[in-house]
């Protein structure tokens, strides 16, 4: 897990389908296997030789938890009296395992402090002892050990040790010097004063009293669904004109305004093609003109050349920009560098795109984030990302209303009169594992997913047609399984509204079927979006939606647009333009656009090869990589669920290799439950009425 931590700050091939390095798994090969790596104090490429034998987090893990339960389980008998207390029991758990002086090759900082637990814990349980009555013994003593626990865990300097020294051992040495401690930190501070929280923790093993009632999932899904019309209403007809809505997609940019040509493209760090990107031993390809599908992000002037060909040659009416416009230096990052990109787009965005023609609809992405992931919405105050977002896009947000929803909350909507139209732009952060600010309370975040019910009740009654937009996609390993699932229930009871979820997010090009609750038959799907980045081993991409406003705005297809680098870096002048690559319906012989030729379009991936490598082409941007039958097993599986679990019960667990599907669902799992406080009065039912 020590491993897992730190390569999840950094986005990822997805799942185990990527033949090439992701900045993850190439720093994985060189510091696991031994590869030689810069040392940045030296100057010079040495190998840093580590033991196998040091302590992992995990381990630390498991003992600390071990010691818990001996110790709750010492506590815990209502029959017991002080003296068995003061005895027995206690005095046995000096030969548990965290206390032996016996484990070989513990390392790390802790060992300082190992023996002194012991004591500290006892003495503590002590002074409990006498001052309580028997009958209130166990939720006492309970909390006055987890108090302990929490209070040790606290203790910054050794927490930062730990993390500092786990960090050395797996991840490149440059990072580790200047990644900002307070990441590592925040995961810590979370976990330790909310999941080890004294009133939590001893009220979920029946210590002590219930303070949080769990949320019955499948209660809620099924009062989502109860309403739902057996034969709904057809979608109302937009307009006569053959016209197609053009719907342009850009995601992913990871604009690096750093990027040099002629620098090293492959190098010993997460970002490459920047001037202090070193080389490894005999690595000759340089960074090139217009982009290099490496480990790189792209240059400012290939994103203008990207609006200017928007411009001029597509001319969408409806713009979706789905997040993620910060290069993927996070060890460089600041709360004041974290929006320099978004800022720098916005405004080519508004001096190239024509307003009059083109209407544009942007959403938050994890790495506008800071540090990447962590999005507060616990505080009542404001987010400050809210707050610079809504700045950023206020030319295009509307009205004041939506201005501070964007400001309150990161998620809004808006109503396109034009085609009878509503754009839902969603707040993905909320659903992201990796935001730590979810060990606090998972439970449907700032109640977005509730206001989206409303929404959808309100599109319903006024017979409005419905895109949504985000940036993570439901059942990417990032999102949560819970927020999946009620989020999957939604779409299902408004499934005759929506003509169109899009996503980004992983900088691949695929899509998701989305399955009923009752019956697990195909009702919808949604598509993600490749990256506008190369990021990695991969090139520069979009693509058009077109919507028929005749047929109530159903989609008919879409356009995949794709920059040749390979011909392009030939120049240094533009302009530049993208090839359309492909038509979604014509690349794999399908006649609509509905559930049931997606789910056909599966089936055939499954029997037809020669259609899985086209795809497996398609998803890797047309950058050439090995296939492997796993590959395309693990790729299946991505297809048919929009649910992380569902993917992996799909593979089996014996089959999910890759540490980021068992990290992530490692995170899900940690952040618990969906619980609501007894004494409040918050509730996620919605009227079965529109507003």
């Given at each position: 897990?020590?491993q897992?931590?730190?390569?999840?700050?950094?986005?990822?091939?997805?799942r185990?389908?990527?033949?090439r390095?992701?900045?993850?798994?190439?720093?994985?090969?060189?510091?696991?296997?031994?590869?030689?790596?810069?040392?940045?104090?030296?100057?010079?490429?040495?190998?840093?030789?580590?033991?196998?034998?040091?302590m992992?987090?995990k381990?630390?893990?498991?003992?600390?938890?071990?010691?818990?339960?001996?110790?709750?389980?010492?506590?815990?008998?209502?029959?017991?009296?002080?003296?068995?207390?003061?005895?027995?029991?206690?005095?046995?758990?000096?030969?548990?395992?965290?206390f032996?002086?016996?484990?070989?090759?513990?390392?790390?900082?802790?060992?300082g402090?190992?023996?002194?637990?012991?004591?500290?814990?006892?003495?503590?349980?002590?002074?409990?002892?006498?001052?309580?009555?028997?009958?209130?013994?166990?939720?006492?003593?309970c909390?006055?050990?987890?108090?302990?626990?929490?209070?040790?865990?606290?203790?910054?300097?050794l927490?930062?040790?730990?993390?500092?020294?786990?960090?050395?051992?797996?991840?490149?040495?440059?990072?580790?010097?200047?990644?900002?401690?307070?990441?590592?930190?925040?995961?810590?501070?979370?976990?330790?004063?909310?999941?080890?929280?004294?009133?939590?923790?001893?009220?979920?093993?029946?210590?002590?009293?219930?303070?949080?009632?769990?949320?019955?999932?499948?209660?809620?899904?099924?009062?989502?669904?109860?309403?739902?019309?057996?034969?709904p209403?057809?979608?109302?007809?937009?307009?006569?004109?053959?016209?197609?809505?053009?719907?342009?997609?850009?995601?992913?940019?990871?604009?690096?305004?750093?990027?040099?040509?002629?620098?090293?493209?492959?190098?010993?760090?997460?970002?490459c093609?920047?001037?202090?990107?070193?080389?490894?031993?005999?690595?000759?390809?340089?960074?090139?003109?217009?982009?290099?599908?490496?480990?790189?992000?792209?240059?400012?002037?290939?994103?203008?050349?990207?609006?200017?060909?928007?411009?001029?040659?597509?001319?969408?009416?409806?713009?979706?920009?789905?997040?993620?416009?910060?290069?993927?230096?996070?060890?460089?990052?600041?709360?004041?560098?974290?929006?320099?990109?978004?800022?720098?787009f916005?405004?080519?965005?508004?001096?190239?795109?024509?307003?009059?023609?083109?209407?544009?609809?942007?959403?938050?992405?994890?790495?506008?984030?800071?540090?990447?992931?962590?999005?507060?919405?616990?505080?009542?105050?404001?987010?400050w990302?809210?707050?610079e977002?809504?700045?950023?896009?206020?030319?295009?947000?509307?009205?004041?209303?939506?201005?501070?929803?964007?400001?309150?909350?990161?998620f809004?909507?808006?109503?396109?009169?034009?085609?009878?139209?509503r754009?839902?732009?969603?707040?993905?952060?909320?659903?992201?594992?990796?935001?730590?600010?979810?060990?606090?309370d998972?439970?449907?975040?700032?109640?977005?997913?509730?206001?989206?019910?409303?929404?959808?009740?309100?599109?319903?009654?006024?017979?409005?047609?419905?895109?949504?937009?985000?940036?993570?996609?439901?059942?990417?390993?990032?999102?949560?399984?819970?927020?999946?699932?009620?989020?999957?229930?939604?779409?299902?009871?408004?499934?005759?509204?929506?003509?169109?979820?899009?996503?980004?997010?992983?900088?691949?090009?695929?899509?998701?079927?989305?399955?009923?609750?009752?019956?697990?038959?195909?009702?919808?799907?949604?598509?993600?979006?490749?990256?506008?980045?190369?990021?990695?081993?991969l090139?520069?991409?979009?693509?058009?939606?077109?919507?028929?406003?005749?047929?109530?705005?159903?989609?008919?297809?879409?356009?995949?647009?794709?920059?040749?680098?390979?011909y392009?870096?030939?120049?240094?002048?533009?302009?530049?333009?993208?090839?359309?690559?492909?038509?979604?319906?014509?690349?794999?012989?399908?006649?609509?656009?509905?559930?049931?030729?997606?789910?056909?379009?599966?089936?055939?991936?499954?029997?037809?090869?020669?259609?899985?490598?086209?795809?497996?082409?398609?998803?890797?941007?047309?950058?050439?990589?090995?296939?492997?039958?796993?590959?395309?097993?693990?790729?299946?599986?991505?297809?048919?669920?929009?649910?992380?679990?569902?993917?992996?019960?799909?593979?089996?667990?014996?089959?999910?290799?890759?540490?980021?599907?068992?990290?992530?669902?490692?995170?899900?799992?940690?952040?618990?439950?969906?619980?609501?406080?007894?004494?409040?009065?918050?509730?996620?039912?919605?009227?079965?009425?529109?507003?």
């Amino acid at each position: 897990f020590s491993q897992v931590f730190f390569f999840l700050m950094i986005r990822r091939p997805p799942r185990s389908t990527q033949s090439r390095s992701s900045a993850a798994s190439d720093v994985y090969k060189r510091q696991v296997h031994g590869d030689n790596k810069l040392n940045r104090k030296g100057g010079k490429h040495t190998k840093k030789v580590y033991s196998t034998k040091k302590m992992t987090l995990k381990e630390i893990a498991v003992h600390i938890l071990l010691m818990g339960v001996l110790l709750a389980t010492a506590i815990a008998d209502e029959g017991a009296d002080e003296a068995v207390l003061r005895s027995g029991r206690f005095r046995r758990l000096r030969n548990a395992p965290f206390f032996s002086h016996k484990q070989p090759n513990f390392t790390l900082p802790l060992q300082g402090v190992r023996k002194n637990l012991q004591d500290v814990f006892l003495s503590r349980i002590d002074q409990y002892l006498p001052k309580f009555r028997l009958g209130s013994l166990p939720c006492a003593a309970c909390k006055g050990f987890v108090g302990v626990i929490q209070r040790m865990a606290n203790r910054s300097k050794l927490v930062d040790e730990v993390l500092n020294d786990l960090c050395e051992l797996f991840v490149n040495q440059t990072v580790c010097e200047n990644i900002d401690i307070d990441y590592l930190r925040l995961a810590t501070e979370m976990l330790v004063n909310y999941r080890l929280d004294p009133e939590f923790v001893c009220s979920e093993n029946g210590h002590c009293p219930k303070v949080w009632e769990e949320v019955n999932i499948t209660a809620l899904i099924e009062d989502i669904l109860s309403d739902k019309p057996s034969n709904p209403p057809p979608k109302p007809k937009v307009s006569d004109s053959d016209r197609m809505i053009k719907v342009l997609q850009v995601s992913d940019l990871h604009m690096d305004i750093k990027y040099q040509e002629d620098s090293v493209a492959n190098c010993d760090n997460f970002l490459c093609c920047r001037a202090d990107s070193q080389t490894r031993k005999n690595e000759t390809k340089r960074a090139l003109f217009w982009g290099t599908s490496t480990m790189c992000d792209l240059p400012l002037r290939t994103a203008k050349e990207f609006a200017r060909f928007v411009k001029e040659e597509i001319q969408p009416d409806i713009f979706l920009w789905t997040g993620d416009n910060v290069p993927h230096d996070i060890w460089e990052q600041s709360k004041e560098k974290q929006t320099e990109s978004t800022k720098i787009f916005a405004q080519i965005l508004e001096e190239t795109i024509d307003k009059n023609v083109t209407r544009i609809y942007p959403t938050i992405g994890n790495h506008e984030c800071f540090p990447a992931d962590e999005y507060d919405y616990i505080s009542p105050e404001p987010n400050w990302l809210n707050q610079e977002l809504a700045t950023i896009w206020k030319e295009w947000l509307g009205d004041d209303v939506t201005y501070q929803q964007v400001v309150k909350e990161g998620f809004y909507t808006l109503y396109d009169e034009r085609f009878n139209l509503r754009i839902i732009s969603l707040n993905t952060q909320h659903c992201d594992v990796m935001n730590f600010y979810r060990f606090v309370d998972p439970t449907d975040p700032r109640g977005q997913l509730k206001w989206l019910r409303q929404v959808l009740y309100n599109s319903e009654a006024k017979n409005e047609t419905v895109i949504i937009m985000g940036h993570i996609p439901p059942g990417d390993y990032f999102c949560s399984s819970t927020w999946s699932r009620i989020y999957n229930a939604i779409v299902e009871r408004f499934n005759h509204l929506i003509v169109g979820q899009f996503f980004g997010h992983t900088h691949n090009d695929h899509l998701e079927i989305m399955r009923t609750y009752q019956k697990n038959e195909p009702f919808s799907f949604l598509f993600i979006a490749p990256s506008l980045t190369t990021y990695s081993y991969l090139a520069p991409s979009f693509r058009v939606y077109l919507l028929d406003q005749d047929k109530a705005n159903q989609l008919i297809d879409y356009d995949q647009y794709r920059l040749d680098l390979v011909y392009w870096n030939n120049f240094t002048k533009g302009p530049i333009s993208w090839d359309r690559v492909y038509s979604f319906r014509k690349e794999y012989n399908l006649h609509a656009l509905s559930a049931q030729d997606i789910q056909y379009l599966l089936q055939s991936l499954h029997k037809n090869h020669s259609m899985m490598l086209t795809f497996w082409n398609n998803y890797n941007s047309g950058v050439p990589q090995k296939f492997k039958e796993f590959a395309g097993k693990s790729l299946l599986c991505q297809l048919e669920h929009s649910i992380f679990d569902g993917y992996v019960e799909c593979l089996s667990w014996e089959e999910v290799k890759d540490p980021y599907s068992i990290g992530f669902h490692w995170l899900d799992q940690l952040a618990g439950l969906w619980r609501i406080k007894k004494t409040t009065t918050r509730s996620l039912a919605v009227p079965k009425t529109s507003a």
